[in-house]
T-cell receptor
Framework: DQQVKQNSPSLSVQEGRISILNCDYT??????FLWYKKYPAEGPTFLIS?????DKNEDGRFTVFLNKSAKHLSLHIVPSQPGDSAVYFC???????????????FGKGTKLTVNP | ETGVTQTPRHLVMGMTNKKSLKCEQH?????MYWYKQSAKKPLELMFV???????ENNSVPSRFSPECPNSSHLFLHLHTLQPEDSALYLC??????????????FGPGTRLTVT
């Protein structure tokens, strides 16, 4: 049973427009959420994160919104650029089984294509 | 360049072979992770090591055997694998789990094909 869901496998937007990537989770114990970006033939790279005590975090063109009551978060990219074309993974964090280690639970990813 | 390297980048092995994947991090981190990414599936955590000690084994079959000789190096020893084990294997590290450092830095991965 997937605890972190990215229901859109792909998204296509025009350069300069807003990209909105969505993520839903089921485990109310998650207390930290992250977005990773992955280019082909590379590992995921950290993009932006948000703690469960906040509802918004902004970093340049990237903003993450968290709605705890709906167990939903979204990543907004404004304005979108062709270089943003990549797979975006949503991840949620919970303490590991033996404590003291973060266990990241990932969604399947959304492939974003930004057209020039 | 994330400071986490993995070798080899590609590996093809038969079901009776024994091979090892290597991961090295140059970030001074204390936690290291192995993940598996199969086609059309989310990244799955396999193992976690904190300060060289294994703290998580996510019900991984024994044909996968991790080794962490020090905080900078992590190995995944493979033997008698099955074709369904073909996947991208990713290594990651993070600073210090005890300090709630959630950000993990990933290597480029090893693309494994089992024939």
């Amino acid at each position: 049973d997937q605890q972190v869901k990215q229901n859109s496998p792909s998204l296509s937007v025009q350069e300069g427009r807003i990209s909105i990537l969505n993520c839903d989770y089921t485990n109310s114990m998650f207390d930290y959420f992250l977005w990773y970006k992955k280019y082909p033939a590379e590992g995921p790279t950290f993009l932006i994160s948000i703690s469960s005590i906040k509802d918004k975090n902004e970093d340049g063109r990237f903003t993450v919104f968290l709605n705890k009551s709906a167990k939903h978060l979204s990543l907004h990219i404004v304005p979108s650029q062709p270089g943003d074309s990549a797979v975006y993974f949503c991840a949620a964090s919970v303490l590991g089984a033996q404590g003291g280690s973060e266990k990241l639970v990932f969604g399947k990813g959304t492939k974003l294509t930004v057209n020039p | 360049e994330t400071g986490v390297t993995q070798t080899p980048r590609h590996l093809v092995m038969g079901m009776t072979n024994k091979k090892s994947l290597k991961c090295e991090q140059h970030l001074g981190h204390n936690a290291m992770y192995w993940y598996k990414q199969s086609a059309k599936k989310p990244l799955e955590l396999m193992f976690v090591y904190n300060f060289k000690e294994q703290t998580e084994n996510n019900s991984v079959p024994s044909r996968f055997s991790p080794e962490c000789p020090n905080s900078s190096h992590l190995f995944l020893h493979l033997h008698t694998l099955q074709p369904e084990d073909s996947a991208l294997y990713l290594c990651a590290s993070s600073q210090d789990p005890g300090l709630a450092s959630y950000e993990q830095y990933f290597g480029p991965g090893t693309r494994l094909t089992v024939t």
